[in-house]
T-cell receptor
C-alpha cells in the first residue's frame, strides 16, 4: 500500500505558534498533496508538491518532500484558531488516479 | 460555481433497505471519485470515473455496492441491501483533467444504518 501516514495523530498548540505535521508513505509517488478538513465538512485542497520538488510555499504553508525518506512535512506558521482542523496527506502513484489518504492529524489551535 | 453537490446530507435507514447517494460534480470536471470515511478506516477510495466511465472500482467493498455515472453531471452510489457496518460519511469529489490531482470535495452524506 502506498498509504500515507501522518504524524502526530493529534497536535495542540497556542495561537501564534507554528504547527508541523509529518507524512510518510511506502511506495514511489508522482506527487503528494495536503488537504484540510473542518469538522463536518469535506476536504479542501491546500497544496501539491511533485516528486521532483523539495519545497513549496503557499501563504503561511510550507511543504517539504524527501523522496529518499518517503516523507513530507507541512508547516503552518503563525497559527490561528481558524486553522483548527484535521490535515491529511494524499499520495498518487505513477499510474492511475488512485489518491490514497493517510489517517490525518487533528490540529487544535487554542486562542 | 456551486461546488460539488451531494444529497442527501444525512440518511438514516434500517438494515436491509436500499440506499442511494447522489452527487453532482463541478461543471466541466472530467474525474469523479467516491470516498468513504470512518474513524476506524479513515478515507477509503471506493471508485472513480473518467469521462463517465468507471476506471477503478477495486475499492468497492462488495457486490452490495454499485456506482453509476449516466452523464457528466450526475453520479449515484447505491447500497443494496444496507448493513450497519456501512454507516459512514460518503464523499464525492471531482477534478479537472488540467489538474487532476486537485480534488474538490462535496460536503458528504452521513449515512446511519440501524
Amino acid at each position: 500500500s502506498q498509504q500515507g501516514e501522518e504524524d502526530p495523530q493529534a497536535l495542540s498548540i497556542q495561537e501564534g505558534e507554528n504547527a508541523t505535521m509529518n507524512c510518510s508513505y511506502k511506495t514511489s509517488i508522482n506527487n503528494l498533496q495536503w488537504y484540510r478538513q473542518n469538522s463536518g465538512r469535506g476536504l479542501v485542497h491546500l497544496i501539491l508538491i511533485r516528486s521532483n520538488e523539495r519545497e513549496k510555499h503557499s501563504g503561511r504553508l510550507r511543504v517539504t518532500l524527501d523522496t529518499s525518506k518517503k516523507s513530507s512535512s507541512l508547516l503552518i506558521t503563525a497559527s490561528r484558531a481558524a486553522d483548527t482542523a484535521s490535515y491529511f496527506c494524499a499520495t498518487v502513484g505513477n499510474y492511475g488516479q488512485n489518491f490514497v489518504f493517510g489517517p490525518g492529524t487533528r490540529l487544535s489551535v487554542l486562542p | 460555481d456551486a461546488g460539488v453537490i451531494q444529497s442527501p446530507r444525512h440518511e438514516v435507514t434500517e438494515m436491509g433497505q436500499e440506499v442511494t447517494l447522489r452527487c453532482k460534480p463541478i461543471s466541466g470536471h472530467d474525474y469523479l471519485f467516491w470516498y468513504r470515511q470512518t474513524m476506524m478506516r479513515g478515507l477509503e477510495l471506493l471508485i472513480y470515473f473518467n469521462n463517465n466511465v468507471p476506471i477503478d472500482d477495486s475499492g468497492m467493498p462488495e457486490d452490495r455496492f454499485s456506482a453509476k455515472m449516466p452523464n457528466a453531471s450526475f453520479s449515484t452510489l447505491k447500497i443494496q441491501p444496507s448493513e450497519p457496518r456501512d454507516s459512514a460519511v460518503y464523499f464525492c469529489a471531482s477534478s479537472h483533467r488540467g489538474q487532476v490531482e486537485k480534488l474538490f470535495f462535496g460536503s458528504g452524506t452521513q449515512l446511519s444504518v440501524l
